[in-house]
């Protein structure tokens, strides 16, 4: 057999065996209500993308969304998520699994590893993404005059989109292992924690100044700027783009061009990654064991020096802490996600534009743009909690039966992870909320309106995480990244990504009343009475799906 | 594991290979860029007063006009107002001119007229709608019933990039059957400079464009866009 096709047989058998083979009928009811589920959300996206596009057809006399916009848009902010689960992927797949050693010891060519590995990391970044995608897409197909060369063309050009992220993962991930060291990474974490605090009250200060002096000259524009960013030349994201949106809506733009300088771009940074494969994984990899034996004595000293400083809840974070700031992947994964928080906020200044617009059609560019604000704030909520919140209870992997056999129930487990997880989290996300709510809106009622409800949205969030995490629990993984890109990561993703809609429509519903001028008893009943839904709302689902993941933990052998 | 040099060697090469191929594809999207989308020029944030000239060192002026930007309210609005000297048939007038063109939230051109007050004619040129953009001519100030009507693919739109306001129409060709150079030796002289303090223009002392030679334009223009002029 090819040895290609050796590298990647046991990751196919444990695909097929843990998702296609169900032995159980529990088992089998699980896979047939995740398959069920997609096929909801999928429908889902389906038909809201139609209904969008719809809407933007009644006026055309008035504006005009090109294909390519939307496209370029969605395509650039997946591109940037790809990349981070790449990075991931990679450094479980080229340096932390546990085959590594039997593969470096076999007669396998270094081509074949690297060509087997990167195709495991290209499939696992890109099955997920495909599933929102494929929908999307089918609706503008539909929507638009659809040409009978749309579907293969289409996959044609999403392999190189997926494979230049898989590429830039492995390279970054193969720089990363063999240039820092333990004691760098730790270095690293830390001033990475500082400049993000420095930058952080940068990009504040910044904001600050933008909200009073608001300045409309130009805003309208250097809006619609932004917007076609996202279509800059140089962006493989905007060639895949410009040529899905060509086999939509033709306007003469060259297809073979890009395409060409797709499949170019791609295949040199795959050229580029194995080069740095080839010269540096001696290097990294024999980093990673030492970081590896590093970690476990340090962790050995650890919890020998806090089993009796500390009471339950607080020695469980302390313990998930350690391993976060421990393990590469995660704490890569954080800087990466840090950065973008950032650079979302200091982009939101061009939301500052509102001053611009015409009085009458303000409010509702103001409206349309705070849900657009909420809805990035809370999948950037649920973004970081599937890769660290959803993931703590199955990083407890082979060592789980410490917890389970410790005289401590698994319910007061669960609950210490819950709130060791869901202060950070909710600080964070109040600090988008409020910041948004205050340059949006620019009223304090409003601000702490906002910031308070997102203490409640993030305790469903990760309320979800924490049970969803537990009722998928997975102990047998090789590299944490391996959890991230799980039928239960996406089972996860996507019931967050309701509770995020499920949030939206009534904090919608909060900012017309809030906006509304007839001040009265009735209009504060109501915005008391929205808001109460909206806590109740989210503490109930939290807690049904934490005890859905209690008693499903208490049963895992 | 089997490290071999030529696994190495065919990855450089794939990886150089690649990047050339990479660097004329992208290089052919820039041309495809430049002949494809017709840059109508930039213009600057705050008002200003500008002289046509027959050519930049010329003392005399054919005529002036104002440009402004107004990004606040209602919408993006550039609006013109001037004056050209003109001389048709031995006859020498001052052209009145007013242009407004407004743009929408995503800086794309969503109506626009421009009229021309030329002796006792005040025909009326405009656009209508994004994508397509319907131009239309009309006679007379009064008059409801276009001369002519053509739709051309638009948006027409008002970008602001490193500080300068950019008029472009991704959607149309640059004009290459064109030939202004070709038609007119006096209209090509013209050039559009920044009025300067130290030089007045008014059509009293201002000389005059000889429009004969705009038929010539015509015909170039007939050829560049087939069809358009065809019901003048």
Redesign the interface.
Known sequence: MNPILTLLRPKALAFRNGVLKSTTAAQRGQSIAIVGFSLIIMGSLFFATRWGLEQLTKI???????PSLPLSLMLMMLMVMTSLTALASALGSFYLADDIET?????????S?FLARLIYVLCTVAWMPFIFISPVLAAMATSYQLSPWFIPVSIATFLPYFLIPASLGTILATIFMATINQRWAKMVVRVAILLAIAALLYVLHGLLDAVTTRS??????????S??LAQS??LPSAWTATILSELLVP????IA??L??LY??A??V???A??AL?TLHPRGFSRALSRRAMASATSRAGTIRGKTALPQPAAVIQKDLRSLTRDVAQSTQIIFLGGLCLFYLGNLKTFVAL????TD?SVN?QRAFFIIHTAITAFFTSSICTRLVFTSISLEGKSYWILQTAPVLLRDILRAKFLGWYIPIAVLSSLLFSTGAQILIGRWDSTLLFGALSFFVSYGIVGLGIGLGAYFADFSWEHPSQLVLSVGSLVYMLSSSILVLLNIFPMGMLLHLLLDRNAGLARATLICAVALAIAIMNLVIAKMVMRLGERSSATVE | ????PF??L???S??VV??L??LF??R???R??LG?SLSLGTVS?TPIQYHLVESPTAERCVGAFSLSLK??????TLALEGWVLVGLNERVEPVKLEATML??????L?VSLLTIDFSNESPRFGT????PLTAQLYRGKESDKPLFEHSV???I?????DGV?RLQAP?LPAFQGLNIAGASSSLTSLSIVPAKPDRSCDAATARHIDLAPLTKIADSLQRALPGVLSGL
């Not at chain 1, 409309?216 to 700027?225: C, F, I």
């Not at chain 1, 306007?251 to 060259?254: D, L, Y």
């Open positions: 055309p006399l008035l504006i005009y969304v090109p593969i470096l010891a076999s007669p396998t060519s270094s081509i590893f409309a000259d130009g805003q309208v524009l250097r809006l619609a700027s917007l076609s030349p140089w306007s003469g733009k060259n061009d890009r060409t300088l170019s771009s295949l040199a795959t050229g580029l194995h080069i080839h001053d611009s617009f015409a059609a560019w | 594991m089997n490290s071999s696994a190495l065919a990855s450089t794939i990886t690649s990047i191929v990479g594809s992208y052919s999207l820039e495809e860029s494809h944030a990004p606040v309210s209602t919408q993006t743009f929408n939230a995503l800086g794309q969503s209508i709608g994004v994508n693919p638009g948006p739109t008002l970008s602001l990039q306001y959607s």
